[in-house]
């Protein structure tokens, strides 16, 4: 359980907002716009009205007590670039920032951001991936090329044990674990057999999973 400092309740914020929630963070929620800190009420821990490029209402929020600082303004870089910097001269220990093109980034990692996320474009490369093969529910990126991959399996491995598939020599993949039902197993062998509805868990490289559940 993490203490996360978010700023910027837009959509992308909301939407963090009830995701931290979910995972049981404990979230500060900052937003100068009233009606968008009474939206976020259910789902955070506090929330204040405020300007976050004012350095002393930074400074009263305890930058320091938070493991992470989600800075997740879209429409106003300026404030975005400005907040990233106040934060990390009042200690921020993380602080992850929102952008929207190669530009803003460069800029926001130079002025004190840790990390630098592109909603859309991240969006948008989830959803090339997962529609350019069969079966993929979803995955996790590794780096550029690798991934962790969450698999539907195919009707046509149903009753095929690891060994008939050979997918390591045919296609340099690695089944992690399978859940059949609600039972998750990663203790696996040669003679694991899979059935029809079963899930699993692959890595390896995406353009190797793209042709082994390549889209027909």
Not at 94 to 121: H, M, T, W
Not at 174 to 195: D, L, P, Q, Y
């Amino acid at each position: 359980m993490k203490s996360v400092l978010l700023i910027g309740l837009g959509r992308f914020g909301r939407h963090a907002a009830r995701k931290l929630d979910q995972l049981n963070h404990h979230v500060m929620a900052i937003d100068k716009d009233d009606k968008l800190v009474d939206a976020v009420l259910p789902y955070v821990t506090n929330a204040q009205i405020g300007d976050a490029t004012n350095e002393e209402f930074l400074s009263s929020l305890g930058i320091r007590n938070f493991d992470v600082c989600i800075v997740a303004i879209g429409d106003d870089f300026q404030s975005s670039l400005e907040i990233t910097s106040l934060l990390k001269e009042l200690g921020a220990q993380k602080v992850v920032s929102r952008a929207a093109r190669d530009v803003q980034a460069k800029f926001l990692l130079q002025n004190g951001a840790d990390q630098v996320i592109y909603p859309e474009k991240l969006l948008a490369n989830w959803t090339a991936i997962k529609h350019s093969g069969d079966h993929i529910i979803n995955f996790i990126d590794i780096d550029d090329s690798h991934a962790i991959f969450e698999i539907a399996v195919p009707d046509s491995w149903d009753g095929k044990t690891i060994a008939d598939l050979d997918i390591r020599n045919k296609y340099n993949l690695n089944i992690m674990a399978f859940k059949h039902g609600r039972t998750m197993t990663v203790n696996m062998n040669s003679e694991t057999r899979f059935a029809k509805g079963d899930i699993i868990l692959v890595i390896g490289e995406i353009k190797d999973v793209q042709k082994c559940f390549r889209a027909k």
